[in-house]
Nanobody, 125 residues
Framework: QVQLVESGGGLVQAGGSLRLSCAAS????????MAWFRQAPGEEREFVAV????????DYADSVKGRFTISRDNAKNTMYLQMNVLKQEDTAVYYC??????????????????WGQGTQVTVSS
């Protein structure tokens, strides 16, 4: 069990950057695969990025590859999402989540059983 709290969202102009944080509390933070998802109004919650238990492997949605960087600091029980060259289509509520497995399911919502409350990212023109 782990509790997750996202922060760092806000309003930013297109082309700008934001750094999101996900602070976790609970046991065995390093035992979890951790991921970022996002959900725009009226849209399905979609995968953004995932990082393995040790932080040695990552995977990104095609829409953010090359612009976003996921990282984690297990000693600080914190995960990050550095978002650069933001676009209007990045506007969404961003959620962090924890999961157990690093396999083909790592991009699926069903792999994650614990979610934060989300932080709003709004990208203006």
């Amino acid at each position: 069990q782990v509790q997750l709290v996202e922060s760092g969202g806000g309003l930013v102009q297109a082309g700008g950057s934001l750094r999101l944080s996900c602070a976790a509390s609970g046991r065995s933070f390093s035992s979890y695969v951790m991921a970022w998802f996002r959900q725009a109004p009226g849209e399905e919650r979609e995968f953004v990025a995932v990082i393995s238990w040790s932080g040695g492997a990552t995977d990104y949605a095609d829409s953010v590859k090359g612009r976003f960087t996921i990282s984690r600091d297990n000693a600080k029980n914190t995960m990050y999402l550095q978002m650069n060259v933001l676009k209007q289509e990045d506007t969404a509520v961003y959620y962090c989540a924890t999961g157990r497995f690093w396999d083909a399911r790592r991009r699926l919502r069903s792999n994650y059983d614990n979610w934060g409350q989300g932080t709003q990212v709004t990208v203006s023109s």
